[in-house]
C-alpha cells in the first residue's frame, strides 16, 4: 500500500498558486482554463512522483554504527550508513532515534544520493548519565527531484548500550591524586 505517503511543502505551495490563479481569473476571462490546466497538471505529476517512489526498485539501506559502550562524558562519534538502491537520485530525510536520556529532539540531516550511491553521515553525542541509552530505529523521509510526495521508510536499527564512568576521566584524576600526594 501507500502507507507512509506525505504532501511535501512544495505540493501545497503549487496548489496555493493555482488557487491564486483560480481567483485572478474572475477578472480576467482568458485565464479561466489555466486554473483547471494547473490542477490537472499537478495532480498527474503527483501520481507520477508517487509512482516512482513507490516502485518496487526503490529500495534503501541505512545502518548505525555505535561502540559496544558509553564512556560518561566523553564525546563520541555515531556514524549511519546509506545505501540508494534505486535507480534514481533521491533526496533523504534522516532522523536517528537517539535514547531519551542525551535530550536531542532536532536531530536530522538531509542529504542527496544518486543511483547506486552510498554515503556515511556522522553526528557526536555525549552521554552526562549513567545507565542504558535505547537507541531506536531510523527514519528515512524519501523525495523525487519532483517533491511532490515524500515517503517515509522506517529502518529497524533498535540498539542498547550501557553508560560506564570514563576510563581516560579516571586515569586523568588517578594521576592528579599521585601528583598531588607529598614527597615522605
Given amino acids: 500500500g501507500y502507507r507512509g505517503l506525505f504532501l511535501t511543502n512544495r505540493f501545497f505551495y503549487a496548489l496555493g498558486l493555482i488557487c491564486v490563479i483560480s481567483v485572478l481569473s474572475f477578472w480576467q ?17 503527483t501520481a507520477y512522483d508517487t509512482y516512482l517512489l513507490f516502485q518496487k526498485r526503490v529500495r534503501l539501506k541505512a545502518f548505525r554504527r555505535l561502540p559496544k559502550v558509553l564512556s560518561l562524558g566523553d564525546t563520541t562519534k555515531v556514524d549511519i550508513e546509506l545505501a ?67 515517503r517515509k521508510l522506517e529502518i529497524k536499527a533498535e540498539a ?23 614527597a615522605a
Fill in 29 to 45: 476571462s482568458a485565464l479561466l482554463a489555466l486554473p483547471v490546466l494547473l490542477l490537472i497538471a499537478l495532480v498527474g505529476l
Fill in 84 to 150: 540508494n538502491l534505486a535507480p534514481l537520485p533521491l533526496q533523504l530525510t534522516v532522523i536517528d532515534e537517539l535514547p531519551q536520556q542525551l535530550q536531542i529532539r532536532n536531530l536530522q540531516m538531509d542529504v542527496s544520493l544518486e543511483p547506486k550511491q552510498r554515503r556515511k553521515l556522522s553526528y557526536d553525542i555525549r552521554p552526562l548519565e549513567r545507565g542504558q541509552f535505547m537507541f531506536g530505529n531510523i527514519q528515512l523521509f524519501a523525495e523525487t527531484e519532483w517533491g511532490f510526495i515524500q
Fill in 160 to 182: 542498547e548500550l550501557p553508560v560506564y564512568p570514563s576510563i581516560l576521566k579516571m586515569k586523568e584524576y588517578e594521576l592528579q591524586a599521585f601528583s598531588s600526594v607529598p
